[in-house]
């Protein structure tokens, strides 16, 4: 097993219409290297886009490691900083309201990615001046042009 390796990730989901086609991204950053991955889907929200690109980013580590994630979505950011994930599972997947929550299945992947890894969330402005935010904006509406 190697060292434990530090990560950082950017993420970013887009949508053409909500519901409507959506794309996702996500940029890793390993010790000097980039790599790039994206991709589509025909019917879809922008949270499932943006909970999508967090998902395969942490998806393509191979092995355990120290990660920072960056994206701009606070329903993904807040959802861990702020205890919303174990809220929801302690009240049987249902929010505050009593409604079942959203996107409960990318969630259950995210909890089930984050047990492996050792994440600090960390929310970015979108559409600013974040480098690697609008590389990421710009990778998800590619994306969604490629359907």
């Known amino acids: 097993m190697p060292k434990e390796q530090f990560v950082e990730i950017y993420t970013d989901g887009a949508c053409s219409g909500n519901p409507g086609p959506g794309g996702w991204a996500a940029v890793l950053k390993y010790e000097g290297k980039e790599k790039e991955i994206s991709g589509r889907e025909d019917s879809t929200t922008n949270n499932r886009m943006e909970l999508t690109a967090a998902l395969?980013?942490?998806?393509a580590l191979k092995y355990p490691c120290r990660v920072r994630v960056y994206s701009d979505s606070a329903y993904l950011v807040n959802a861990f900083n702020n205890g919303w994930l174990l809220k929801w599972q302690l009240n049987g997947w249902k929010t505050a309201r009593k409604e079942p929550v959203e996107n409960q299945d990318l969630w259950?992947?995210?909890?089930?990615?984050?047990?492996?890894?050792?994440?600090?969330?960390?929310?970015?402005?979108?559409?600013?001046?974040n480098e690697y935010n609008n590389r990421c904006d710009k990778l998800a509406v590619e994306a969604i042009a490629k359907g």
């Open 108 to 129: 259950q992947d995210l909890l089930s990615q984050s047990a492996l890894h050792d994440i600090e969330w960390i929310k970015v402005k979108g559409h600013a001046d």
């Open 56 to 59: 395969q980013g942490l998806k």
